[in-house]
Each structure stands twice: as structure tokens, then as C-alpha cells.
């Protein structure tokens, strides 16, 4: 057997490819860009700015109801801006979700740049239309529908009970039942079938990418608490 020490140590350099995103900018038409990324690049942030500056690329910053840090994104707090704010976003991380997220919210393009790959692309709004056409049917299935289940997650992180119960003040002509996991097994959601419509307030992810994965319709939990977008 081979033994293969890694210093936990080495951080992850991100280099972006700022030349190609101007060019990006410049085809699109793009001004001013918001500027966003996941949590484990937060520690560079500031020098990834600095990047974009050198290119003269000037950025914003936003900060979410639940991030730490401008600039960061997560699952449940997709930055939502105006118009006059910013015209796109600039997004480094890996996937589409948190790209997706952000076009859910806003309808601006996103510039996206995975640094593991490599991989430069725009997404633009109507990419996602089928998505949130799917995610407003289901908020208007949520409006009619008097038995909720509500899926609380005991997960570090994922855990917003508190946050669930506000659900009863702001709809009180519904009855709310609390379905509590540690991870949730979607066949085991079929024994309530009295129920007409789920609420996840774990990952919001989990209302995103897993829509046929429920036997019912299902909104995250910030689409019902707070205005809907």
C-alpha cells in the first residue's frame, strides 16, 4: 500500500481569467458587475478584486441577510439587487446552483467561472425560466393549500425551526405539521398523503434541485416568509 502525505495546509490559489471576462463584459454589454463567491473563497476575496482592478473592472459588493462577509453567497441567501445597483453578477465557485439561485432572484446575467476547471461562461435570466416557472406554480399551490408539512432538519447549519414557527403568524387559516429528519428520505414523505404542500427550511437547495423528488409541491422556506421573488 502507498502512503500519500497532504499538507491540509496548500490553500487553493484562484487566478482568474480576468482578460476573457472582460471580453465577456465587453460582448454583453456588462458595466457594472456584481461580484460574489462561496464561502471557501472568502479568504480571497479582496486579492480577486484586486485581480479584476488591475483590468480596470470595477465590482460591488452585496451582503446577505444570513453572510458573514460582502461579497459572499450561500444556499439560502441569494443576493437580490436593483437595477440601478448593478447590471450582472460575477460568480467563482463550482456548480450552478448558486448561479441558478442568484438568476431565481434577479433577472441579470451571470458571469461564472469555476476555478477547479477552468470553465468561463455567462448564464443568462432565461435559462432558468422552466425552473421558476415550476417554483411560482408551487408558491401558488402553497397559497391554496390549508395542510402544510413543514421539513425541519436536525442538521448543524440546516436547523431553522425558530424561523419555521413564524410560518403559523403570517398564515394563520393553515395547519402546519412539522416533519422532523436528520436526512430526509423523500419515500417516507409519501405516508403523508393528507398533506396538499411542503415547506423545506433545510438547505434551499433541496427546493431547487430536488422538486421531482417530492411527492407534493414544495417551497423553501424564505419564498413563503419573506416576499416572494
Not at 43 to 54: G, S, V
Not at 115 to 129: A, C
Not at 202 to 216: E, N, Q, T, Y
Amino acid at each position: 500500500m502507498n502512503i500519500e502525505h497532504i499538507n491540509a495546509n496548500v490553500k487553493f490559489k484562484v487566478e482568474l481569467p480576468v482578460k476573457k471576462i472582460k471580453e465577456l463584459m465587453e460582448k454583453n454589454k456588462i458595466k457594472k458587475p456584481a461580484f460574489t463567491t462561496t464561502t471557501q473563497f472568502i479568504p480571497q476575496l479582496n486579492d480577486m478584486i484586486k485581480q479584476l482592478e488591475e483590468e480596470n473592472i470595477k465590482v460591488v459588493l452585496f451582503k446577505g441577510r444570513h453572510t458573514r462577509s460582502p461579497g459572499q453567497i450561500l444556499g439560502c441567501d441569494a443576493p437580490i439587487i436593483k437595477n440601478e445597483e448593478a447590471d450582472s453578477f460575477i460568480y467563482v465557485g463550482d456548480g450552478y446552483f448558486h448561479p441558478n439561485e442568484i438568476l431565481l432572484h434577479n433577472e441579470k446575467p451571470v458571469i461564472k467561472y469555476n476555478p477547479f476547471t477552468k470553465e468561463l461562461g455567462i448564464i443568462n435570466p432565461e435559462e432558468v425560466n422552466a425552473i421558476k416557472k415550476k417554483k411560482k406554480a408551487y408558491y401558488l399551490k402553497f397559497l391554496e393549500a390549508k395542510k402544510i408539512g413543514v421539513i425541519v432538519s436536525l442538521k448543524p447549519g440546516q436547523n431553522f425551526f425558530k424561523a419555521a414557527l413564524r410560518l403559523e403568524e403570517k398564515y394563520p387559516d393553515k395547519k402546519f405539521y412539522y416533519l422532523i429528519f436528520n436526512t430526509i428520505e423523500f419515500n417516507q414523505l409519501e405516508n403523508f398523503n393528507f398533506i396538499e404542500c411542503f415547506v423545506n427550511t433545510a438547505c434551499s437547495r433541496i427546493g431547487v434541485d430536488d422538486l421531482d423528488l417530492f411527492p407534493k409541491p414544495v417551497v423553501n422556506l424564505e419564498d413563503v416568509l419573506y416576499d416572494y421573488k
